[in-house]
């Protein structure tokens, strides 16, 4: 079963905590779901996510 990521909230979250959010980029399922393109680059969803964790730790 696939679950449901919500990618327009992690967007809206990393552009509230300041980071430049261009695309997001689904991926093959083998190769983990989504991609974000953060700060000019890419971002897997876990990386996102960890960078989301670091932006709430630091405020």
């Known amino acids: 079963m696939k679950h449901e990521i919500d990618v327009e909230l992690i967007r809206k979250t990393l552009i509230e905590r300041g980071h430049a959010v261009g695309h997001i980029i689904p991926t093959p399922a083998n190769a983990g779901e989504y991609e974000f393109e953060v700060d000019g ?7 996102a996510r960890a960078l989301l964790e670091e932006d709430a730790a630091n405020v």
């Open 41 to 47: 680059g890419l971002l897997s969803l876990a990386e």
